[in-house]
T-cell receptor
């Protein structure tokens, strides 16, 4: 079983829709969870960071962590064409700086 | 807003040659990282560096690779005797006391 699994998509939704992106993981030691956005041939850009379980909201973005299910989500409200990118989940353990990434979900917002 | 920078943006080299990829982390950050992403694959951790020494390295980071912080601002990744399979995007990242890592734009390495 892979440490971090993420549906690669591609995922296409109409502008204005709510987008739900998800990752599952197998290592219960992960405590720090991040979502990155990556445009084609660019570096990952940090969007959201969450520690342990719970929700975090930042503008149109909401990150959720359910440690009991080993499942994390990123919701994008009022999606815009500029949100079209690949979204990467990443996670790490306390005392270990290494980030373990999912494969990324390629998202297209259709105007 | 401070950002991580990397040079060059694209490096083409012949198999067997040595390359040095350069990074300038965010100025007050203390932890530095290299990751790579082979085309179409996920981002993979290579090495982390703190207090002028390697703190962790992956199985990928063998004797072919080395890192250095030659001065107070630069952080370099050297790849000796490059192989075709070293072709990838190489990302530098840095972090401060917090966990979040900030990535540079990457160097695309093409080995021919």
């Amino acid at each position: 079983q892979k440490e971090v699994e993420q549906d690669p998509g591609p995922l296409s939704v109409p502008e204005g829709a709510i987008v739900s992106l998800n990752c599952t993981y197998s290592n219960s030691a992960f405590q720090y969870f991040m979502w990155y956005r990556q445009y084609s041939r660019k570096g990952p850009e940090l969007l959201m960071y969450t520690y342990s379980s719970g929700n975090k909201e930042d503008g149109r973005f909401t990150a959720q962590v359910d440690k009991s299910s080993k499942y994390i989500s990123l919701f994008i409200r009022d999606s815009q064409p500029s949100d079209s990118a690949t979204y990467l989940c990443a996670m790490s353990r306390p005392g270990n700086e290494k980030l373990t990434f999912g494969t990324g979900t390629r998202l297209t917002i259709i105007p | 807003e401070p950002e991580v920078t990397q040079t060059p943006s694209h490096q083409v080299t012949q198999m067997g040659q040595e390359v040095i990829l350069r990074c300038v982390p965010i100025s007050n950050h203390l932890y530095f990282y290299w990751y790579r992403q082979i085309l179409g694959q996920k981002v993979e951790f290579l090495v982390s560096f703190y207090n002028n020494e390697i703190s962790e390295k992956s199985e990928i980071f063998d004797d072919q690779f080395s890192v250095e912080r030659p001065d107070g601002s630069n952080f370099t990744l050297k790849i000796r005797s490059t192989k075709l399979e070293d072709s990838a995007m190489y990302f530098c990242a840095s972090s401060g006391q917090e966990v979040q890592q900030y990535f540079g734009p990457g160097t695309r390495l093409t080995v021919t």
